[in-house]
């Protein structure tokens, strides 16, 4: 399995488009140690890809950032993945009030120096 989205983006959001099914919107933080921030980035994509999940994920060292579109039919078994991980279990999640699901069109996760731009100047020199 590729740990990343190998299809262009013009067809990644052709096939959004032609979804039939809904999804929902959603967002979420928490500011936790993570002493491996790579090794927790490749297994949340394992678990959330084969979930059709999509969004922008940053994961630092101080935590994880999550927007993100969750198909409502897979939406139990995101849930689920939730708690294997210590850093998510019970987190707060936030959902879009007025949105169509349609604000992402593939799955990144990238590790970060932070998971907030704060505009200082160690993250503009990394």
Known sequence: MFLYNRINKEEL???LMDETFNRNTISFYRYHYIDNPGE???QLYKEWFPLDCFGRIYIAREGINAQMSVPEHNMEAFLET???FDL???IPIKYAIEDDGKSFYKLT???RPKIVADGSMNERLM
Do not use: F, G, T
């Open 13 to 15: 959001k052709k096939q």
């Open 82 to 84: 939730l708690a294997k």
């Open 109 to 111: 996760i990238k590790v």
């Open 88 to 90: 998510l279990k019970d």
């Open 40 to 42: 927790i980035r490749d």
